[in-house]
């Protein structure tokens, strides 16, 4: 790895040093976690563009953010002596990665705290275009007693077609079955069939098999499009249809023409291709105004139980690198848990991935005659790291040295 980023030696006596900077209205929960490790919090309220972002990161070592800021190879250069920062939400496309990693800074979010809040939306979506639920509701707000069973359903002994078998996929399956339903699933990845879920071998065997299809697929760019024409062609007819995932997987206007045909029975969809930017904007799609079609503005993640979780989940994550070293469910840097013993002293080195490293590292530790108790590697990439728990602390001298290693990116001791 060629280093851009001049190599960091941070050495933290006592938390109080931590400076955390929490932006965009976190969870309280997220301050409570931090503050209760011992680091001293400022928050905003809003994002910060580039130039205040710089600004704002003098002296911070965690930054926490949702998906508004964005954090570029220019901040990341600028602030390269940030420890860790912590995405509260799922996706981390906001922030430079690799730029991340190149500065040794570790990058966290937090992957499955909304997963239950999709799951249950994704239910009682079906459970609602099975029951023509906004249709009957509508009916009766315009005055109208619309009192009849005709194509209403239960949910129980119907089949559930789940694409993409990943975190709600896969918890979608196991709730869905509590309900009677019989539950198919496809996915590219080979995934253990939970309860007494079915695996398809493709998306045409799905298909064919059931009367509810349902996308759960990543936003990985072999993905767009995959829902089309063809694909709703295929299905049974009078089926249901969800799109929870991501709005360019499917063609809308296919959708659209799907259910005004009748062969799509009803369609719930949360996420859409050009989703507005700010709550009140207005909002137009293909899908709105038709019969039992719930549109709902991508809320499927949105609940209060998932914003808290994300904020003790996220907290407790940087918690943990700045006091442990802990970098699992990390989306950059190498993932280790290394359990902590009572070792004097904890030597956390984010270094190049290259052959030797490690045996020059610990060729300088044997120098300076220190005892290393345990030591965990992980690599990930062009990143490697080493976690080494030593039996007395380590001089200064010999610190300095593996600072000074041209494989250092970033090293602390915790
Ligand atoms: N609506 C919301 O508010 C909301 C909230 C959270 C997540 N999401 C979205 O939900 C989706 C699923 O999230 P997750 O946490 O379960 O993700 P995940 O990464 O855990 O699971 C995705 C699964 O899809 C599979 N997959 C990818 N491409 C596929 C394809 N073409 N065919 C079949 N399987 C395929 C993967 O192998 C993986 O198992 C993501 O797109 C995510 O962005 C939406």
């Known amino acids: 790895m060629r280093r851009r980023f001049a190599p960091r030696r941070s050495t933290r006596a006592d938390s109080s040093d931590v400076r955390a900077l929490l932006l965009e209205n976190l ?36 930054l926490g953010i949702r998906s508004k800021t964005e954090v570029t190879a220019r901040v990341l250069e600028a602030r390269g002596d940030l420890t860790a920062i912590g995405a509260f939400c799922i996706g981390t496309n906001q922030i430079d990665l690799p730029a991340a990693t190149r500065a040794g800074i570790a990058v966290f979010n937090a992957p499955f705290s909304n997963t239950r809040s999709v799951v249950e939306l994704a239910i009682a979506d079906i459970i609602a275009m099975a029951r023509r639920l906004t249709v009957r509701d ?21 089949t559930l077609g789940i694409v993409g078998y990943g975190n709600i ?11 009677g339903m019989k539950v198919f699933f496809y996915d590219v990845d080979d995934k253990l069939a939970l ?10 065997e799905l298909l064919a098999a059931v009367e509810t299809v349902t996308l759960h697929v990543d936003g990985r760019a072999g993905n767009a499009g ?24 499917v063609d809308y206007d296919a ?11 009803g369609a719930a969809v949360d996420v859409f291709p050009d989703e507005p930017k700010n709550r009140g904007d207005h909002f137009d799609s293909p899908l709105r105004g038709l019969d039992n079609v719930i549109l709902t503005p991508h809320v499927g993640g949105s609940t209060e139980e998932a914003q808290e979780d994300i904020g003790r989940f996220v907290g407790a994550k940087l918690r943990d690198y700045v006091h442990g070293g802990v970098t699992s469910l990390s989306v950059n840097v190498p993932t280790l848990t290394p359990e902590r013993t009572a070792s004097a002293q904890r030597i956390a080195h984010l270094h190049a991935n290259t052959p030797g490293v490690l045996a020059r590292a610990n060729h300088v530790l044997a120098e300076a005659g220190v005892n290393i108790e345990r030591q965990v590697l992980a690599t990930r990439g062009e ?17 300095a040295r593996l600072g000074a ?5 970033r090293l602390r001791t915790v």
């Open 195 to 204: 309860g007494n879920a079915t695996r398809c071998s493709s998306l045409a």
């Open 27 to 62: 969870h309280p929960l997220a301050s409570t976690v931090l503050g209760d490790a011992g680091f001293d919090i400022e928050t905003r309220s809003g994002a910060l563009d580039e130039d205040e972002l710089i600004e704002a990161l003098e002296g911070v070592d965690l």
């Open 255 to 265: 959708l659209a023409d799907a259910v005004r045909s009748g062969q799509v029975a």
């Open 383 to 399: 990143c490697g790291y080493a976690v080494t728990d030593v039996a007395a602390p380590v001089s200064p001298d010999a610190l």
């Open 226 to 249: 995959i829902f089309g024409r063809e694909q709703f062609a295929m299905m049974k007819p009078r089926s249901l249809f969800l799109n929870l995932s991501r709005g360019f997987l």
């Open 169 to 179: 996929g896969s918890q979608l399956s196991v709730v869905a079955e509590m309900l």
């Open 138 to 158: 509508k009916a009766l707000h315009d005055g109208i007693w619309d009192k009849s069973a005709a194509g209403s359903h239960e949910v129980r002994g119907r």
């Open 405 to 409: 290693m041209d494989e250092t990116i």
